[in-house]
């Protein structure tokens, strides 16, 4: 299991929060994820044979938000 943190711009509120964990947490791999937006964070929990950080990245992008490198 790989554990990696991403930078999200946008989150401001709980229900951004739980629209980046809900999208997140659906993917096939991914065993934890949590949003922190205070510190525009996203700390996920994967199998980096199932899913990778792009999709992952896609995922967020795809609720709203931007994801930086």
Same mark, same amino acid.
């Given at each position: 299991?790989?554990?990696?943190?991403?930078?999200?711009?946008?989150?401001?509120?709980?229900?951004?929060?739980?629209?980046?964990?809900?999208?997140?947490?659906?993917?096939?791999?991914?065993?934890?994820?949590?949003?922190?937006?205070?510190?525009?964070?996203?700390?996920?929990? !994967?199998?980096?044979?199932?899913?990778?950080?792009?999709?992952?990245?896609?995922?967020?992008?795809?609720?709203? !938000?931007?994801?930086?490198?």
């Amino acid at each position: 299991m790989r554990k990696d943190t991403i930078s999200v711009e946008g989150m401001t509120c709980g229900h951004c929060k739980s629209s980046v964990e809900e999208a997140v947490g659906k993917l096939e791999g991914v065993e934890t994820v949590t949003a922190d937006v205070d510190n525009n964070q996203v700390t996920i929990a !994967f199998n980096d044979q199932k899913v990778d950080l792009a999709k992952v990245a896609e995922e967020i992008e795809d609720v709203g !938000f931007d994801v930086k490198q």
